[in-house]
């Protein structure tokens, strides 16, 4: 436990340096340092110990029914208690719902009447949170909480979502080519300004692209206007050419040192190529990725890359939207290495099949994939990772 608080206090330490996102994280990040529950006959009780600043936003769902807590510019440093999952509250989970926001969810066996305090500490603050038995119209929001948002707080919870379009390829590298002539490059760019429309359409997100037009950008590049951006995720676009002209679908991938076999291996190694059009001056890595203390940033990133992957492909699946086997995948993408990023490549499909070829050239099924993905991406920022109760 020790470990883990000492690491998650260097994280905090890290975040603060690294180029900030918005206003709030210029600031130090708070920390979770404990937290209580006790069952009782007719309330649930827990508390939350905050070393820094705690202005908690009181969240409930329904179907099933659930309360959340959500922390702005805060990283947690304690275990979840167990709890009697008899009780009113059947599960407690948390974990990470941005690079810098932490989230505590409870389900519950019925709906429940929150009520929410916020008590200032010797080091920060202690939140406690009281559910009691109630009904479907008491399942709601106190209408005069004892501790509102300050306007800062409020202006921190209405930031966009910065999400960086990535259409790979471009300018002299024309990327792969399809039996009929397809061009990579085009055939990502089209789908990456269909996408951005379909994400302009709706509320809370910014988008930002890496090219919008036909040029060429080095790898380094396109992960560097992300970091910029203080992007919430990256999306990078492909529509690769393969050896087995049977093979089509979307597959999407994550970064991984390791390969998680061959055929991402081959991909990888061709996408990294892409740099052999740069100049000398993007050959290097940026200093700081190797960074031992980025490591430590880097392992949330990885986490936060991983969760909306896995939330990904199961949408595109639900889209019927056509996926190779084992469609979730991971290899070395320079692209994807941004430290302090989630960043995710979604093979679209494979030129090299005639199929994949006709339909990604199609504006129907661009806009059909754009939709599913565009609310992909937007609920990303509302599902959070959320590890065991042990």
Request: charge should be negative.
């Amino acid at each position: 436990m020790t470990v883990l608080r000492t690491a998650l206090l260097m994280l905090a330490l890290l975040v603060s340096a690294l180029p900030m996102r918005n206003a709030h994280a210029a600031d130090r990040p708070s920390i979770v340092t404990a937290i209580a529950a006790a069952t009782k006959a007719d309330a649930f009780e827990i508390d939350l110990e905050v070393d820094g600043r705690a202005e908690p936003k009181l969240i409930l769902l329904r179907n099933p029914y659930r309360v959340a807590l959500d922390f702005d510019g805060t990283l947690a440093a304690a275990k979840l208690p167990e709890i009697d999952k008899s009780s009113l509250v059947t599960d407690i989970r948390h974990g990470l719902v941005g690079t810098d926001r932490y989230r505590l969810i409870m389900t519950l066996a019925q709906p429940a009447r929150p009520k929410l305090d916020v008590t200032k500490s010797e080091k920060g603050a202690r939140v406690s949170l009281r559910l009691t038995p109630g009904d479907e119209k008491s399942f709601a929001l106190p209408s005069s909480p004892k501790a509102p948002e300050s306007p800062a707080a409020a202006g921190r919870s209405d930031r966009p979502l910065v999400i960086v379009l990535d259409p790979g390829h471009g300018g002299i590298d024309r990327g792969a080519t399809g039996e009929k002539g397809t061009e990579e490059k085009a055939v990502n760019l089209a789908f990456g300004l269909a996408l951005r429309s379909a994400l302009e359409a709706l509320p809370n997100i910014k988008v930002v692209m890496t090219r919008d037009d036909d040029t060429f950008i080095p790898l380094n590049e396109r992960a560097a206007i992300a970091r910029r951006a203080g992007a919430n995720l990256m999306v990078s676009l492909h529509a690769d050419s393969i050896r087995y002209k049977d093979l089509r679908g979307a597959t999407v991938y994550t970064l991984s040192e390791k390969a998680s076999d061959s055929l991402s291996r081959e991909l990888a190694d061709t996408e990294n190529s892409a740099d052999r059009f740069a100049g000398s001056e993007w050959d290097q890595d940026a200093p700081e990725i190797h960074d031992i203390l980025v490591d430590l940033v880097r392992r949330e990133t990885e986490a936060l890359s991983e969760h909306f992957a896995i939330q990904l492909v199961a949408d595109l699946g639900k889209g019927e939207i056509r996926l190779i086997n084992n469609p979730r995948r991971s290899a070395g993408f320079r692209v994807l290495r941004a430290p302090d990023v989630p960043s995710i490549l979604l093979e679209m499909g494979y030129l090299s099949n005639p199929e994949d070829e006709e339909a990604l050239q199609s504006d129907v099924w661009q806009k059909r994939l754009a939709g599913i993905l565009a609310q992909s991406i937007a609920e990303f920022a509302t599902r959070p990772i959320l590890g065991s109760q042990r």
